[in-house]
C-alpha cells in the first residue's frame, strides 16, 4: 500500500512540477553539461578565430566595397526623385 501511495504521490508531483515548467533533476544536469559544453567551445573558437576578427579587411575588399558604393550613389543620383503621397485620413 505505500509503494502504491509513493508511486501515485511521485506520478503527481512529475505532472504537477510540469505544470510549473520547472525542470526536473535530470533536465537540469543535462542543461548544465550542455552550458559547460557550449562555454568550451565558446573559449575555443575565440581562442582560435580572435586574432581573425581583429585583422584587417584584405584591400581587395575595401576596394569593392568603396566601388558597390559608389555605384548605389550614382544609381540613386540618376533616379527621378518619386512624389510623396498624401494620405487621407
Do not use: C
Not at 548544465?32 to 573558437?45: C, G, N, Q, V
Request: charged content about 30%; proline content about 6%.
Amino acid at each position: 500500500m505505500v509503494k502504491a501511495w509513493l508511486a501515485l504521490y511521485g506520478t503527481a508531483l512529475e505532472q504537477l512540477g510540469s505544470l510549473l515548467n520547472t525542470p526536473t533533476r535530470e533536465e537540469v544536469v543535462v542543461q548544465r553539461a550542455s552550458d559547460t559544453f557550449l562555454e568550451r567551445i565558446s573559449k575555443a573558437l575565440r581562442a582560435n578565430y580572435d586574432e581573425v576578427a581583429k585583422e584587417p579587411l584584405p584591400q581587395r575588399w575595401i576596394d569593392l566595397i568603396r566601388y558597390l558604393n559608389e555605384r548605389e550613389r550614382a544609381e540613386t543620383r540618376h533616379q527621378p526623385e518619386r512624389p510623396l503621397k498624401h494620405r487621407s485620413h
